[in-house]
């Protein structure tokens, strides 16, 4: 089932659901047609967009609201900390072409900092499917939750199949005793590579798709940071308040500390292009990405994890 598909189920099933744009069709092209009146184009004003869909919130309504990640995370940003985040409205934010998805896009279209700023937000859950499995998996326990909602939307298909999706719990591929990769979205593509290449030299790889980002599943960040020599966080966004961040909260949260190698783009724009040499040029491939992990291995040694004890 595509995207389109499940947003057309879901809203002949519940006249309630609002379907809105700020003119960026690409993933809702037939829904007009279908929806009539509770298709709404607000042109490109995502501001507007937002706010409408707040006031319609207001009267029962559960808009699901669509414009490219950069424009409806920050050119709209305010409208929906005040008039979504503020007021707990169920309004569900469908970001399209976040992280490395923009690939021939310039900074200003680029959404590499959406994690960070829409996890600021009091009361915005945040979610980053790793594909269109993933998504469709995803996307009916978010729609139906109460609380605002930020979907990284990745239509991507792969012959990944993914397991039953539940807010706020991630989902564990596999466990390993080495090291442990975290990721989200795009990347778990690349990260599936990686993990073949390192068990090919002969190490315990563990593998965690971190599809829910706010809430957090913490325990799972805990076991993997308890029970590998190595923890990984790849991800298509700055280094600063994504998903390395998060870890590192945890980490701190619980009083308890890991070894942790970032993979993400640090203090800096990626280049444009089509998305394999996106990839490429950026090292974010499986292959680059598992050679940044054996170099690491071999010039960094493995400290103990450690649980400081604090006197009562």
Known sequence: MSYEELLTQTALANEQVIVMTAENRALVRNLPGILGKRFIDTGITEQTMIGAAAGLALRGRTPVVHALAAFLTMRAFEFVRTDVGIANLPVKL???IPGFLSD??????????????????PNVTVFAPADEDDLVKMLPQIWESKSPAYT???????????????????????????????????????????????????????????????????QA??????QSKLVVTLEDHFLTG???????????????????????LNEKWFRPALLPSVLEHEGFTGKQIAEKILGYQTTHNQPQILTPEFSE
């Open 242 to 264: 994504g998903l390395y961040t998060i870890i590192a909260e945890v980490l701190l949260k619980h009083r308890t500390t890991a070894n942790v190698l970032p993979v993400a």
């Open 104 to 121: 021939g896009n310039g900074p200003t279209h680029q959404a590499i900092e959406d994690v960070s700023i829409m996890r600021g937000i």
């Open 152 to 218: 990284r939307i990745n239509t991507r298909k792969t012959t990944y199949v993914h397991e039953p999706f539940t807010i706020g719990k991630a989902e564990v591929i596999a466990e390993g005793s080495d090291v442990t990769i975290l990721t989200y979205g795009l990347l778990f593509e690349q990260a599936l590579i990686a993990v073949e290449i390192l068990k090919s030299e002969g190490l315990s790889v563990g593998l965690i798709n971190m599809r829910s980002l706010k809430p957090v599943d913490e």
């Open 94 to 96: 469908s970001s399209f």
């Open 221 to 226: 960040i805990l076991k993997a940071s308890a």
